[in-house]
């Protein structure tokens, strides 16, 4: 029977393969739309498009790394490849980011003719395509807890915006005429602009997850509330939580009766930690320390 993390792993890889094939078939129509069509936003865009294929491979392979079991010389897997495969995913947007940039001021500089009408058509139906493209990948991010699939949702969600940039561009220098040929490379600049943005957006959450920022209350919380439903456990104490790729690392502080054996301590640890296995299966690793409830009566304060 395949398990969940295995399911969420599979939708994950199917994901990120739908976006590499999306990629390659916009980047070849919009380099083919902007080179007949006179329009360097749309270069722009399939620039960007460009590099998506590369980071979507990268993306694929840190997945499929990810998902290694454990083993002797990484006891907690290794799903913190994912927020660095992040990082590497933001380095070519900005890259990206930065080349847009540059060929935009350049293209500024020189005459050029106007954009082709044609162009406007291409772009709208790429707008509405990179959008629905967001939102499936973006769904499958949240359903499979992946970071990097994050990052990927990211990179249709700015594909979209600087398409959406290019269209206004070019839709002003066709209206206004002779004069604004240029504005449709004023829309690539801005967004550039739009894409280093986006890069903050994918690059925090991964830092988080690499510095092992507390940022799961949500989950500390149905952490808390089934743990007092096992049969011993009094209350919860401290609750630590760190992500590695698609799971949860737990270091949970449980109160239990400070007259019980140490062998009855470590069966109710034990029901403890099945017990948060089987009702959150996105945690891998519980760490439990058993906390007698009469030392910690002792250790507050009088009032």
Request: hydrophobic share 45%; aromatic share 8%; glycine share 6%.
């Amino acid at each position: 029977m395949e398990s969940l993390n295995d399911q969420s792993h599979l939708s994950a890889r199917k994901a990120v393969i739908f976006s590499m094939i999306s990629n390659l078939f916009l980047a070849a129509i919009k380099w083919l739309a902007g080179f007949f069509g006179n329009s360097y936003a749309l270069i722009a865009d399939a620039i960007e498009s460009t590099t998506d294929i590369f980071t979507s491979l990268l993306v694929l392979l840190g997945l499929s790394y990810a998902n290694k079991p454990a083993d002797e010389n990484h006891p907690y897997g290794h799903g913190k490849v994912e927020p660095l495969v992040t990082f590497l995913v933001v380095l070519f947007l900005i890259v990206s980011a930065g080349v847009i940039a540059w060929q935009s001021i350049l293209n500024m500089q020189r005459p050029h003719e106007l954009p082709k009408p044609f162009t406007l058509i291409v772009l709208g139906l790429i707008i509405v395509w990179k959008e629905i493209s967001y939102r499936y990948v973006n769904k499958k991010s949240e359903e499979s807890n992946s970071t990097s699939l994050k990052a990927e949702a990211w990179h249709h969600r700015s594909d979209t915006i600087t398409s959406l940039a290019a269209f206004i561009g070019i839709s002003v220098a066709l209206f206004l005429g002779k004069g604004y040929e240029s504005a449709d490379d004023l829309a690539a600049l801005l967004a550039s602009g739009f894409i280093l943005y986006n890069c903050y957006l994918i690059f925090r959450p991964a830092l988080g997850e690499i510095m092992d920022e507390h940022l799961y209350e949500d989950l500390v919380a149905d952490i808390r509330s089934i743990s007092i439903l096992v049969p011993g456990i009094i209350d919860t104490e401290k609750c630590f939580v760190r992500k590695a790729g698609m799971k949860y690392h737990i270091d949970l502080h449980a109160i239990v009766n400070g007259s019980m054996s140490v062998r009855e301590g470590h069966r109710i640890a034990h029901n403890l930690e099945d017990s948060l296995k089987k009702a959150l299966p996105v945690i891998s690793h519980v760490i439990i320390h058993i906390e007698p409830e009469e030392e910690l009566e002792n250790m507050r304060p009088n009032h």
